[in-house]
């Protein structure tokens, strides 16, 4: 806030000042100079050979804009494309996979009414976290019963509402535990970005053999996540079955330990196969 509103002060003190604009800027309407920071810099923007549509009407390319309490808010005019852009750039999921949406999920095509079933179950687990953003989910099953689907359409969904998505599997982050501990580091950026995520979709967790540190860091984040479980959603996606009592002292038992303390959805079949068959009748007519 004190940043923001010194800013404006140094803007409306230079539009005070006595200094002359360059000769190839336009003069300014009425030739007067301008008398606020909006009109100032707008003015500037026009001086500097910036068309003048680039200026955006409410901030004047501020960024920011007070709202009735006086508080600094981020300028939704200039900033959302920027904002959905770097969101898309920074989900962790590929192009192709970033057009999934709940309208993607499969429900039909099983001859099995328990798969069905189940099916619809996800589906409904998926429209309450898209709904709340916050809470503990896991999906686990069976290889290619479409756990990893459910996660990506999860993360674009929310992505889709602005709000800061991630998904990873978990090799990835035992990679970059391991880097870390090469380095002698116990803190980055990327790890402290998993602990603040609003919404984190932590893919193939399964039995791991990391050392103790890594166990250590890993338990940090399964706390981390599981005490802001009332802000944040976190939603995991296993072969294995969490159920299952595991020693809490071995790294995968600890995360699943975590998973029973929120829904845990079961997942049977092969998503892939449906997927195919469908398309194909779809191509066929």
């Known amino acids: 806030m004190e940043r923001i509103d010194a ?69 939704q005019t200039c900033t959302e494309p920027e904002r959905r852009d770097w969101l898309k750039q920074h989900c962790g999921i590929e192009p192709p996979h970033q057009a999934y949406t709940l309208n993607d999920w499969r429900l039909g095509g099983w001859s099995d009414l328990v798969k069905q079933e189940q099916r619809q179950t996800a589906k409904g687990a998926i429209e309450q976290v898209i709904e709340r953003r916050a809470g503990l989910l896991t999906y686990w099953g069976d290889f290619g019963s479409g756990k990893t689907f459910a996660l990506q359409i999860i993360a674009n969904e929310l992505r889709g509402q602005m709000v800061e998505s991630y998904y990873t599997p978990l090799a990835f982050v035992l990679d970059h535990l391991r880097q870390l501990f090469a380095q002698g580091r116990d803190w980055s950026h990327y790890w402290q970005r998993l602990l603040d995520v609003p919404v984190l979709c932590l893919d193939e967790v399964t039995k791991f053999h990391e050392t103790s540190w890594a166990m250590e860091r890993l338990f940090v984040l399964a706390d981390t996540r599981y005490s802001r479980r009332t802000t944040h959603l976190t939603v995991f996606a296993t072969n294995d079955d969490p159920g299952q009592s595991l020693p809490v002292t071995d790294g995968i038992g600890y995360l699943f330990s975590r998973m029973r303390q929120g829904a845990m959805i079961e997942l049977r079949g092969d998503m892939r196969r449906v997927v195919h068959q469908n398309e194909a009748r779809a191509w066929r007519g």
Not at 11 to 40: L, M
Not at 58 to 70: I, Q, R, S, T, V
């Open 7 to 75: 800013t404006i002060q140094e803007v409306e003190y230079q539009a005070k000042a006595p200094k002359r604009p360059p000769v190839s800027a336009p003069k300014p309407p009425n030739g007067d100079y301008p008398t606020s920071a909006r009109e100032w810099i707008a003015y500037r923007a026009k001086a500097g050979g910036q068309p003048i549509e680039k200026v955006c009407p409410e901030c004047a390319n501020l960024g920011y804009l007070k709202d009735e309490a006086g508080k600094a808010v981020r300028c």
